[in-house]
């Protein structure tokens, strides 16, 4: 098995940054991972739909929700097999559980795992 996890969130103030993790693992020793294709960063506040955020290729293209254009960046570490989401200029609004999605990951084995969640992790922004 294939999972994601998420780090990284907290609490910060309005104004302030913060760089959301999302590693892709496996379960065990004996899971590899060789490539992870398109990944995505969505958000969800409470009472709320889970709204896009960001989402990078495997080529490394980017997309962005108009909200965060410009103060969000999404990039790629291939090789520690984990997509990165920095927030700067973070706004009360931006206060919900970030979640990322892989569209797929391919192991060493050859088998593919798609549509990959993370558990999520909290970002709260306030004064």
């Known amino acids: 098995q294939v999972q994601l996890a998420e780090s990284g969130g907290g609490l910060v103030q309005p104004g302030g940054s913060l760089r959301l993790s999302c590693a892709a693992s496996?379960?065990?020793?004996?899971?590899?991972?060789?490539?992870?294709?398109?990944i995505g960063w969505y958000r969800q506040a409470p009472g709320q739909e889970r709204e896009f955020v960001a989402y990078?290729?495997?080529?490394?293209?980017?997309n962005y929700a108009d909200s965060v254009k410009g103060r969000f960046t999404v990039s790629r570490d291939n090789a520690r097999n984990t997509v990165y989401l920095q927030m700067n200029s973070l706004k009360l609004e931006d206060t919900a559980v970030y979640y990322c999605n892989a569209d797929a990951v391919l192991a060493a084995s050859g088998r593919t795992y798609y549509a990959l969640w993370g558990q999520g992790t909290q970002v709260t922004v306030s004064s």
């Open positions: 990078i290729t495997a080529d490394d293209n980017t």
């Open positions: 496996g379960s065990s020793v004996s899971v590899n991972i060789r490539r992870i294709y398109g």
